[in-house]
């Protein structure tokens, strides 16, 4: 447990790319920092199958290795990365006092790099079928589909990668798509050969209603079909599992009782610094107003922040801080 | 008699590594069943266990002395530190 005491130059709120990056950068400054995580080390990337997109990797990466990857530098240079979580952040003048699973604590310095997470539809059956039959990770359960049908919804990037990796298992997938397929150029064109190979079939202009299961000889409820709405009239989707991936929400739900400000949608507002209207809290990556939810950018948006830490901390620093373990 | 951990994962389950790393942190010690490298039956056996179709999935169980009959299973489905907190709490060390 935290001492009532304790003091880090830096807290990170997070373990994504961002936050796993601006670590890097801190830490080989050696500034004190700790990142909190509540959900998964990588964030989004780490449950995602593979990464085209992030330079430096020829062929391209696995989410989970690039996560493990940007993780072990970090930790090399003496990153503390706790699995736990902060549930508020409030301003004290210098320090900001953090309240987490591990107890309360002070940061010089705070940098929220939190991402976002999938979205869920909000429609009946979802939340009852969650892991028999409606997930939100490909790479962690879709080897429990070999050989059956799937359904994916979503027309995003999110959802036709993640539609290609579940064909590794399944036989076929529909999907699910609420107006037209956005996807990126290289993403299109691969479904489109899985499409002409009759893989998946996608089906436009598609919302889900409900999701529907029944309970099997060994008394497990499982999947069945989808309830959709497709040109006015009620469709059914047989399938035996469905996976969404509908887009992202940020992840500030910590915040909201904060004084920090978020946009309309939730994201936290910066400045050109990255620092939110909170001195000395700033804010790096997809849950940052204006990200491009982009794992390159992430990463670059950490490395920045880093920087306008370190400048922030040095000013303090010229102001004579008094630590809090003096304080109490 | 003491009480096993078994984590049933897959290959690219990034949840699963978070079970890893958590029970590593308390010093505890675990089998790591992965079931992309296991027959069929093992993945069934452990949607039958979980009543789920997702990883981790953790299984902290003590047997009887022949190694047959559990007398004790926990059963975690997911990244759920709180509810493993509960299931490990007297095999942590002081």
Redesign the interface.
């Known amino acids: 447990m935290a001492s009532a005491k304790e003091t880090h130059d830096l807290v990170i709120v997070g373990a994504g790319p961002s936050a796993l990056a601006a670590a890097v950068y801190t830490t080989r400054e050696d500034l004190d920092t700790v990142l909190f995580e509540k959900g998964v080390i990588g964030g989004l990337a780490a449950i995602t199958d593979w990464v085209d997109n992030y330079p430096g990797f020829i062929k391209g990466i696995g989410g989970l290795e690039l996560a493990q990857q940007l993780q072990g530098q970090a930790e090399r240079f003496g990153a503390d990365i706790r699995l736990g979580e902060v549930s508020s952040i409030t301003d004290e003048g210098p320090l900001k006092r953090l309240e987490t699973t591990e107890g309360t604590l002070w940061a010089k310095a705070v940098l929220v790099a939190t991402g976002s997470d999938y979205k869920k539809m909000g429609i009946p059956g979802e939340q009852e079928l969650y892991g028999r039959g409606v997930h939100y990770c490909a790479t962690c359960d879709g080897a429990f589909y070999r050989d059956k049908k799937l359904v994916v919804v979503g027309g995003g990037n999110s959802a036709v990668q993640e539609a290609l990796f579940l064909l590794r298992f399944a036989t076929h997938i529909d999907m699910l798509v609420r107006s037209e397929v956005k996807a990126s150029e290289i993403l299109q064109h691969e479904l489109d050969k899985r499409v002409r190979e009759g893989k998946i079939t996608v089906h436009l202009g598609v919302t889900p209603n409900e999701i529907v299961g029944e309970t099997n000889a060994t008394g497990l409820k499982k999947v069945t079909k989808v309830l959709a709405t497709k040109d006015g009239h009620t469709v059914a989707y047989p399938t035996d599992g469905v996976f969404v991936f509908i887009g992202l929400l940020p992840n500030t739900g910590f915040l909201k009782t904060s004084a920090i400000t978020l946009d309309e949608f939730g994201f936290v507002l910066t400045d050109k610094n990255l620092q939110t209207n909170m001195p000395g809290v700033f804010c790096s990556g997809d849950v940052r107003s204006g990200a491009t939810m982009q794992i390159a950018s992430a990463v670059g948006e950490g490395a920045t922040a880093a920087l306008k830490i370190r400048e922030f901390l040095e000013m303090q620093e010229r102001n004579h801080i008094t630590p809090v373990s003096e304080l109490v | 008699m003491t009480k096993t951990i078994t984590i049933y994962t897959?290959t690219?389950?990034?949840?699963?590594?978070?079970v890893k790393?958590?029970l590593s942190?308390k010093g505890l010690s675990y089998k790591v069943v992965n079931?992309?490298e296991e027959p069929?039956e093992v993945?069934q056996r452990v949607?039958?266990m979980s009543?789920?179709?997702?990883?981790p999935v953790t299984i902290v169980e003590e047997v009887t002395e022949d190694g047959t009959e559990p007398t004790y299973r926990d059963i975690t489905?997911?990244?759920n530190?709180a509810k493993l907190g509960a299931a490990i709490h007297d095999m942590v060390a002081v």
């Open positions: 897959t690219t389950c990034a949840y699963c590594e978070m790393r958590w942190s079931m992309d069929p993945r949607i039958e009543g789920a179709m997702t990883v489905v997911g990244w530190p």
